[in-house]
């Protein structure tokens, strides 16, 4: 008989679960280094002596209670849906944190293994975990393994398989408190044990009374709807006062402090030391890179070189890759005048071949290196460094460090990027940093400031034009921190240990990003270059031209034509040049051209799957605000770049 | 100020130890700061974290609980971020957050 089973991985951020999930289903879910990186839950399936899995990879949090989106969807989850077990991730070299999640887990009745990952790490920093021990203490089945090379994944998923099949004999820890917090825990349970019968076949009743000594608001808003809520409310809003007066701390605070107090006990009694850790390599450079004086200097370093690599590689490649398919076309050309009418050639040609070719030789030199390059920088452990620095910076537009990371995201693509201010805390800074992240131009904006500007003016002008962008991005970020009314949060972060990024991982990231980039694009670009074919041959295209024209020429002086690849670059940004480059000779253009065709291009409406993006994360009304002041803001800074660029020229 | 406690909670050895930690607080307040006033490499324990009940919670949650002792690890210039060690974890704190976060010094660590 198949068996249909559902295995939920769950734990703290950055512990290894995306490679946990990968190891068990064979999937690619992106893994990288600094937490956070999982916002979306992720399934796979996988077959199993017989039995048919599903395995869900819940995002990294801390903790169940309701400071973010993910904590109630991972708590739901795991509370309403109940899966058959749950692989609670752990990493070995901070076993007392992460078992404070464990102990939240255990409260809240759910099946669970835990998978003590990163052991070869721990060990590296003399830290050895007895598993059997850890097992003994908690009632549960404890596998250690190394989730990038796969080691103990078969005997987890075992004794996953195990756990669920004779799941009655397991005796999991019960988390007991201080005196004071368990009669006061267990006189609320008593209480909604017997008033709320159903709620407590989703929730365990003694969760549901230490959630409500710590006014977890989700709880407080399930009870209300319940007959005898308030009664039961008031009654546990009592019990808390009462117990914060006597510790002067807030509950949360009072119960977190003891669940930790016996995540520190487990830890001690399950840790053994072997040698005092020696200061390495990586901690050398994490004191290097964090220096209050030279981190500065090293972080522009890293960014000036990176864009400095992805220039010079991607002017080479490109170049190189527009000789062999000159050579190319020509060939396809005379073969197919051969047998074919002229104008069915030239939509061949031009729609469908130039289309490909200039997707291959203007966009894919510059994106494959900056995928690389990226990917890199993620699994170092480098983001969370640049954005402890940057904290102070992203202050003063009223965001804090972490902000930086999706920044950085942004220049590979405004749609993660857009996805990643999730792990922003609240939605006013998601909105806030979502808000900028979109402006920061992304591969396919680099593509085109890189290949018309970099290429034809030269580098000076295009990094002028991403030095501007990142002052637009400070002005608008501090404009928009004034109005959007609200308060600032703090920074709360954890620094992840710097790693080797494991080459496999970076090829393996950079081939996935690399054919989405493929499929998700290319028929945009060939289907964009079929219909300009077609308007053209068909002098619609002209019509058009006419009526943009006084905006197209005569406020941003640009070619009258070059309207409509700005409104195809809606659909993709880096299709913009490709079919100017089809429209006019890119040579043709005037430096002033140039330079005010990219800035429109970097500024102007996020493309249609960024909008999408903006849409999901912040419904319409948001998504719309940021298109228009985009466009509106492009168009209006295009004209005055026009003019002022002019006036050096002319005289 | 817990005078009414006293008689509600009865005597109990929890009450009693947080009532001179209470005392210690009083004695010593000169002794307490915020964890940006830390040099690096300096220890302290954490006597409590003030501000709005969001973030303190939140700090609880990651660790940051009275009672656990804490490690400078670095400050950033012009009052950026602190990193610090807790619980074999290192944690970055924006200037604001740790100026809200009071530790005890550790006496050895201080004068090192």
Known sequence: MAKKLRIALAGNANVGKSAIFNQLTGLNQIVGNWPGKTVERAEGTLHFKGSTIRVIDLPGIYSLSTFSMEEIVSRDYIAVEKPDIIIDVVDASTLERNLYFTLQLLELEAPIVVDLNQVDFAAKKGIKIDAEKLAEALGVPVIPTVAITGSGINELLSTAIAVINKKGKLKPL???????????????????????????????????????????????????????????????????????????????VIIASEKYGLATKIAKAVTIIETPPKISLEQKLDTLTTHKFLGYPILAAVLASMFALIFVGGNFISAGLDYVFGIFTTFVKNVLSSFLPEIAVDLINNGILSGIIAGITVALPYIVPFYILLALLEDSGYLPRAAFLMDNLMHKIGLHGKAFIPLILGYGCSVPACIGCRIMETERERFLAAFVAVLIPCAARTVVILGLVGRFVGLHAALALYAFDLILVFILGRIAFKVLPGEPVGLIMEMPSYKMPSMKNIAMKTWSRTKDFVYIAFPIIIAGSIIIEALSLSGLMHYAVEVASPLINGWLGLPAVAGIP?????????????????????????????????????????????????????????????????????????????????????? | MYGSKLLEGGTNTRFRHRRNLERQKTRSIEEIASLTSLCEGEKGVIVRAAGGFGLVRRLAEMGLTPGTEVKLLRKCSFRGPVEIEARGVALALGYGVASRVFVRPSKAEANG
């Open chain 1, 174 to 252: 019960k988390v007991k408190y201080g005196r004071e917090i368990e009669n006061r825990v267990q006189a609320i349970e008593k209480l909604v044990d017997i008033r709320f019968p159903q709620l407590c076949t989703v929730y365990p009743a003694r969760w549901i009374a230490i959630k409500l000594l710590e006014r977890d608001e989700d709880v407080i808003g399930k009870l209300k709807n319940y007959e005898g809520g308030k009664e039961t409310l008031d009654y546990a809003e009592k019990l808390a006062s009462e117990l914060e007066k006597i510790h002067g701390e807030s509950s949360p």
């Open chain 1, 566 to 651: 700005l409104i195809f670059g809606v659909l993709r940004k880096e299709l913009s040049l490709i079919l100017l480059a089809e429209l006019v000779p890119l040579e043709s253009l005037k430096a002033v051209q140039m330079i005010v065709f990219s800035l429109i291009t970097m500024i102007y409406i996020p493309c249609v799957a960024t909008i999408a993006a903006c849409k999901r994360e912040f419904g319409w009304r948001k998504a719309l605000a940021i298109t228009v002041i985009d466009i509106a803001l492009a168009l209006f800074l295009g004209g005055i770049a026009y003019r002022l660029l002019s006036l050096p020229m002319t005289a």
